[in-house]
């Protein structure tokens, strides 16, 4: 069944456009002022706070009884009989925002009763606003977007992510960059996670995987992709859940192919 949500549509897009908009106008303005620490290279800056405000003002003057997860500054589910929670990432890849790499990106997704049913993301530098509601298919601009249709690994562009620390996570991560970069085209690390599961979503990449990662890096995105046709588990290749810290997003063709050379046991 098609949901409609045309209202939380418009008004997630409005939101997810305000940050943006506040957020291109401040690009590469990031002093070290402005720059908090949250772990030795996790880092936070006033603009993800000021974005995060923005995005929360805008959902809450028509949703007031939601409830809300973010990124920054968590609030605590408050009492409500709603049963709706918005998942937000006021600024996806802050390292590359706070450096002046303009791949960054706002992302926010509704959760009701425990299932993700709608996805925006914003991408302020190519004003590209990525859509989906569950069983509607996918959008770009409001255009429909589908995965690529690539077959062949080694005619693909894939793309990966890198964790907050230097242990154990880190050398699984260089290993199964070093399993499946030589059997593609090329292998991506482009530091938003959010965007770049819109970017596997419209064909741009042809998988994403990614470790570490929080509801607000993936719940948008997952559903974005799935809505364009293509697939989306865990490393393991158990059902995705967007409460979980890794993803795997393929164009479907070639997902069960990429998760035998990830070789990730459950």
């Not at 960054?104 to 859509?131: Q, R």
């Not at 996918?138 to 992510?161: E, H, M, Y």
């Not at 690390?189 to 607000?216: K, N, Q, S, T």
């Amino acid at each position: 069944m098609t949901l409609t949500l045309v209202n939380e549509v418009e008004v997630a897009v409005g939101a997810a456009r305000q940050a943006g908009d506040y957020l291109r106008e401040k690009f590469g303005s990031v002093s070290l002022k402005d720059i908090a620490y949250k772990g030795n290279i996790n880092i936070v800056t006033t603009f993800d706070l000021k974005a995060q405000h923005l995005i929360l003002e805008y959902l809450k003057a028509t949703f007031p009884d939601h409830q809300f997860l973010t990124e920054e500054e968590q609030e605590q589910p408050y009492d409500s009989c709603s049963p709706c929670r918005w998942i937000i990432d006021p600024l996806d890849g802050t390292s590359n925002y706070a450096s002046g790499f303009p791949h960054y990106c706002i992302s926010l997704a509704l959760e009701v009763s425990g299932n993700i049913v709608l996805g925006v993301i914003y991408s302020p530098t190519l004003d590209e606003m990525f859509t989906a509601v569950r069983g509607g298919g996918a959008f770009l601009n409001d255009k429909r977007i589908n995965v690529s249709s690539s077959s062949n690994l080694i005619d693909s562009i894939v793309a990966t992510g890198f964790p907050y620390n230097n242990g154990d996570t880190l050398q699984e991560c260089l290993r199964m960059l070093a399993n499946i970069t030589p059997r593609t085209r090329t292998t991506r690390a482009l530091g938003a996670a959010a965007l770049d599961l819109c970017y596997v979503a419209c064909g741009r990449l042809d998988a994403y995987w990614d470790v570490e990662l929080w509801p607000w890096d993936m719940s948008a995105g997952a559903l974005i992709v799935e809505e364009a046709g293509g697939q989306v588990s865990d490393l393991s290749g158990k059902m995705f859940n967007h409460l979980g810290n890794n993803i795997l997003a393929t164009n479907r063709v070639l997902h069960s192919e990429i998760l035998k050379i990830l070789g990730v046991d459950e």
